[in-house]
T-cell receptor, first 115, second 113 residues
Framework: GAGVSQSPRYKVAKRGQDVALRCDPI?????LFWYQQALGQGPEFLTY????????KSGLPSDRFFAERPEGSVSTLKIQRTQQEDSAVYLC?????????????FGQGTRLTVV | GNSVTQMEGPVTLSEEAFLTINCTYT??????LFWYVQYPGEGLQLLLK?????DKGSNKGFEATYRKETTSFHLEKGSVQVSDSAVYFC????????????FGTGTQLKVEL
């Protein structure tokens, strides 16, 4: 596809359940970002990959959150033992590498509801 | 740390009215500034950007000027349409080439006939 694809679009998880959210970036995009968007708020940075290397994970809220991009393309965000406060839309974005700021292309997000 | 503050919504306007959505930022160095738009049911899309002081970003009739002296990047449009109804996010990336975005909380715009 031409854009960033995320799946599933919606996920309902029972508290304590593990979830895995998938992001398929635009082909050839070296940079990949995950953001968390709570209801009524702006997206907040979670983590950043350059190819398969996770260069920044400073935004991950706890050690229950884990992200990987093993082959430098598809990425998975995993949340273990989900809690109600994890309910949010999880956004993935990808971009080219460049000398200056490059446009980030966002997926439609995965809406996670923890019940 | 870096932060972005934008006016709270919702902002409700009649078609053809003038739009201003205020955005101010706090950052060290020389950040790049962005406006993203989220139409109903769609993902975030880049609307416009400015990478240095006094630059003006423009797209689809929207404009914003990077004002370092007031640390502002207000979004304006001279005549809004119903199709402009969306949530608008002001954002920045830090100076020095990083691409991690810091967003404001978003401003919902509703344009009525």
């Amino acid at each position: 596809g031409a854009g960033v694809s995320q799946s599933p679009r919606y996920k309902v998880a029972k508290r304590g359940q593990d979830v895995a959210l998938r992001c398929d970036p635009i082909s050839g995009h070296v940079s990949l970002f995950w953001y968390q968007q709570a209801l009524g708020q702006g997206p907040e940075f979670l983590t950043y990959f350059q190819n398969e290397a996770q260069l920044d994970k400073s935004g991950l809220p706890s050690d229950r959150f884990f992200a990987e991009r093993p082959e430098g393309s598809v990425s998975t965000l995993k949340i273990q033992r989900t809690q109600q406060e994890d309910s949010a839309v999880y956004l993935c974005a990808s971009s080219l590498m460049g000398q200056g700021p490059t446009e980030a292309f966002f997926g439609q997000g995965t809406r996670l509801t923890v019940v | 740390g870096n932060s972005v503050t934008q006016m709270e919504g919702p902002v409700t306007l009649s078609e053809e009215a003038f739009l201003t959505i205020n955005c101010t930022y706090t950052a060290t160095g020389y950040p790049s500034l962005f406006w993203y738009v989220q139409y109903p049911g769609e993902g975030l899309q880049l609307l416009l950007k400015a990478t240095k002081a006094d630059d003006k970003g423009s797209n689809k009739g929207f404009e914003a000027t990077y004002r370092k002296e007031t640390t502002s990047f207000h979004l304006e449009k001279g005549s809004v349409q119903v199709s402009d109804s969306a949530v608008y996010f002001c954002a920045l990336t830090p100076g020095g080439g990083g691409n991690k975005l810091t967003f404001g909380t978003g401003t919902q715009l509703k344009v009525e006939l």
